[in-house]
């Protein structure tokens, strides 16, 4: 009964713009089954406060910034864009290589064609390499580190595997030598400290993801909390350097609740999960493994 009400839900909220991780049948992933990958994407509360602590990380960097507010339909339908955003982050770990490789074909052509200046002069292109690392590095950081802090922690042998089995994915993205250890990502983000800046646009995804209509409304709440946890994730140093510093934390019983959500997320596996249509596609798990087979009874909430 549980599963059955959480599964329709999440595929009101985390619904995989019609991307069937089933087929084609047998096809392995970029990233194997069994990777601490898989783990990771396959938690849906830490996917979605990891989610927008990238962005808000993506957005601190002015050229990421305006590359992807002035060209992208953040501000007219906030759902819609986090939702196919994390739908390429699924079909990277989870899709099939043909279907993966596809995927990064169609976005690296819609990139080619972004270009702009930024207010201060600065001239932007979305494939250029060092803004295609940043983002490819921020949310590969944001959805480990919301993993380890809310669903379980991740030791450093993990975190290091992690960010090795990043690099096929990245690759196809046109991202040049990403961070493959944590040690590497904390050089880059040493960095790429001093590009970043405040900006009132910060402020501006904050309120409109606030608004939005991203969960059931009873569901809304949550939504809310979770994206304070997302300001919470981002380091305090660079919270301060973008501009959020001055948001409050969370209380100690509020990161009680997300751990507790999060921790039962680990072991209530979604049939309708990318997750779990991907370990049907590769025949892993079976009848008594972690994924149940689909219901035929659950419908998807409208």
Known sequence: MIRSLLDRVAARVLAPEGVDFT????????????????DVYGNPVTLYIGGIAAVLLELGEPRVRHGVWDHSSFKRDPGRRLRRTGMAAMVTVYGARSVF???????????????????????????????????????????????????????????DRYFAESRAGAALYGV?????????????FAAMTPRLGPSPILHEFLSVLRDAPLMPRPLRP???????????LVPADLRQRIGLGDLPALRSRE???????????????????????AERRVKRGGANGPCPQPEPSVRRLT
């Open 101 to 159: 490789e596809a995927t990064a074909a169609r976005v690296n052509r819609m990139h080619a064609q972004i270009r702009g200046t930024t207010p201060e002069g600065i001239r932007y292109a979305a494939d250029d390499p060092e803004l295609l690392l940043w983002v490819q590095a921020t949310a590969t950081w944001a959805f480990m580190e919301a993993y380890h802090r809310y669903a379980r922690p991740v030791s450093p042998v993990e975190r």
């Open 176 to 188: 040049e030598a990403p961070p493959a250890s944590g040690a590497e990502l904390d050089a880059l």
């Open 255 to 277: 990161r009680r609740l997300l751990q507790g959500l999060a921790r039962t997320a680990e072991h209530i596996q979604l049939p309708s999960s990318p997750r779990c249509q």
């Open 23 to 38: 087929v084609p049948p047998g096809e392995p992933a970029v990233v194997p089954a069994g990777s601490v990958s898989w």
């Open 222 to 232: 949550i939504q809310r909390l979770g994206i304070r946890a997302a300001v919470d």
